[in-house]
């Protein structure tokens, strides 16, 4: 039987959460992590240390897989065109009427929680498609027996998606070393603030527990 789905449940994508906000939470994070570092944390590496932290908290676009995307025909839900010449705002039959469509599943590579984010670039019409955990879905309604035509409906679609990823990615450029230059700076101050006390506790002239 052949699935039945809305063409309206798709969400718009690039347009929950600002760039902006995105990043001052990442920075938060990075402070929050490095104040909750122990004294045995700093006994690794530390520039490794600070790589991991900083490169856990930079956003990063995710990465459409074009190579690997997958098709399948599926009957989709639209509305039911309303005659412009009538005054009535309903009629008697139903409100939908099916229509076959080809549903796209694009692979993705990285944190699919970007595609709701807004990049500091954007226009009026961000594209629609569903968000799962490695892969995205959208559905074109097939309005033509010319495969060139709607091959051409298909990539249009991941081309606005891959347009907007485009502006994260510059939208992220030199961030990479500003989130660096936090997480160094404040590992280095919670290093420092831990090694102070830790000394004042020793110089007290008392058996220090466990040594």
């Keep these: 039987m052949m699935r039945i789905s809305r ?4 969400e718009l994508l690039f347009s929950k959460y600002g760039w902006s906000g995105v990043v001052r939470a990442n920075e938060e994070k990075i402070k929050e992590i490095a104040a909750e570092k122990g004294l045995s944390d ?23 897989l074009t190579d690997e995307v997958s098709v ?35 692979p993705v590579e ?39 035509e709607l091959r051409a409906s298909i990539n249009e679609r991941i081309a606005k998606i891959e347009k907007y990823l485009n502006w994260m990615r510059q939208s992220a450029e030199g961030l990479a070393s500003r989130m660096q230059a936090l997480a160094r700076s404040e590992l280095e101050h919670r290093k420092k603030q831990l090694s102070s006390a830790d000394d004042l506790v020793k110089g007290l002239g008392f058996k220090v527990k466990g040594e």
Excluded: C, M, W
């Design 42 to 64: 700093f006994d690794r590496d530390f520039d490794e240390l600070v790589d991991d932290l900083a490169k856990e908290y930079t956003p990063e676009a995710p990465v459409l």
């Design 7 to 10: 063409y309206d449940d798709e």
């Design 110 to 148: 990285g944190d699919t929680g970007f595609f709701r984010v807004q990049p500091a670039t954007s226009d009026s019409a961000p594209p629609r498609a569903r968000v799962a955990e490695d892969h995205l879905v959208f559905q074109v309604i097939i309005e033509t027996d010319d495969k060139d």
């Design 72 to 106: 399948d025909r599926i009957e989709v839900e639209v509305a039911r065109p309303r005659d412009p010449y009538s005054r009535r705002r309903s009629f008697g039959g139903p409100e939908t009427i099916r229509k076959n469509a080809v549903e796209v599943t694009v």
